[in-house]
Every structure is written in C-alpha cells, then in structure tokens.
C-alpha cells in the first residue's frame, strides 16, 4: 500500500498534542519521534505508539563516541522501535558496536532488531553549506555516496539521504539496502527549510522505500485530506 511508505513525523513540542495527532490520523501506520518530542516527553509515547500497534521511527540521530553510541542503540532497540537513525560521520566504529549493540538490547527485550539507518547529510543542508561553512572538500553527491557505502560497510540496514540522491545510491548500494528520505515536499506545499527536495512521487520513483512527509500533512487545516491527496498522487 502507498500508505505504508508514508511516515509521518510528531514534530509537536508536548505528548498530548503528538497522542491528539495520532488520533486524528488513525490510518498513519508509521510515526516518527524525534529530538523535540522525546526530549519533552521521554520513552512514554513510545509506550503509546506500540499500544497502538503503529511502527516506529526513533529519529535522535545518535552522534557521539563509539561506546555511548553503542550504549544508546542498546536503549533504544528495548522499546520495540522499527527505526533507529544514527550519523554516519560517528565512523565505522562506531556504527559496527551502535548495530551490535541494537541487537543485543533488542534480543533482552523480546523484540525484533530495528534497522539502524544512518544520517549521510542532513537535507537542510546544500552544496554551498557542505563547501563553505563544513569545509568538506567532495561534491554533495559523491560525500552523501561515501556515507551510504560506509554505513553499508558497517553492516547497518540503510540510510536517510536526500531524494536528489537516492537514485544514485540505489545503483550503487543494491536493492536491499534501505533509503528512507525527508525533504520530501508535494508540489502544492511549501518547501519550508528543507533544500533538497522532491515531489513524493518523484522520491518513490528515484529508488526511496520510505517517505517522511510531515508538515505537508500535519500543518495543514485539513490533515486527512492532505494525507489522502499525497496517497492518490503515489498510488
């Protein structure tokens, strides 16, 4: 089903408001709890979310030394999340103890292993950022390759990437490997900060398995019918 690639972030600042969102779309089968949301409200609507049987997205994009990466992967994966993203540029250390790590909190838990999915550059980000203010010296496609190809290297499940990019790392990476991409703005909809973008049926065709589509939907006056706009446009 198309809407089974639509995953839909709780980018609300309180759990009342992400539980008033949930509800309000009862068809999302997929949510996404990022820095905001479980920083207010902790593990508690991850809690919520597994008691109504919807997947999880877990976006904190880990980023630190190899071990407390490690140590946060192990955390998370007890919760039954789906997803779990974490930056590449942490390095292949890394990304190898975060996956082992996810596996062995998973398997405490009772619960299937997430698919850890690492962060290649974030889409606010563009070419001039890259160059000027990161001072990274590749073109944006070739830099966003080597974070994909590292984190396959590093036996994690997939990657977030831009949808500009994705087709390029779908050549390169095989089918198997999983691409989920934000920035992904309907064309009726404002692109707001995100640089790099695509319409969703423009994502899914360039090689995306997965979409995040949030303020296109969650800040409209009518969410639902926003959703089922972007479900026809995909189907």
Partial sequence: ?????????????????AIALVEKLPQVTFWKVGLELFVSCGPEILTFLKAQQ????????FHDIPNTVAGACR???????????????AG??????????????ANEAGYPTPKLIAITL??????????????????????????????????????VCSPLEVSQLRQTCGNEFLFVCPGVRPAWSERGDQQR???????????ADYLVIGRPITASDDPTTALQRIVEEIS
């Fill in 54 to 61: 919807k997947r999880i997205f877990l976006d904190l994009k």
């Fill in 122 to 159: 974030l889409t606010s980000l563009n070419s001039r950022d890259l160059a000027f203010d990161l001072k990274v010296p590749l073109e944006l496609p070739e830099y966003t390759l080597n974070m994909a190809l590292l984190a396959q290297e590093s036996g994690l499940a997939g990657a």
């Fill in 75 to 89: 955390s998370a994966s007890r919760y039954g999340v789906d997803l779990i993203t974490v930056h590449a540029t």
């Fill in 197 to 207: 973008t695509f319409t969703p049926a423009q994502a899914l065709k360039a090689g």
């Fill in 92 to 105: 292949k250390t890394a990304l190898k103890a975060a996956q082992k790590a996810a596996e062995e909190g």
């Fill in 1 to 17: 089903m198309s809407l089974d690639k639509i995953i839909v972030p709780l980018d609300v600042p309180t759990q009342e408001e």
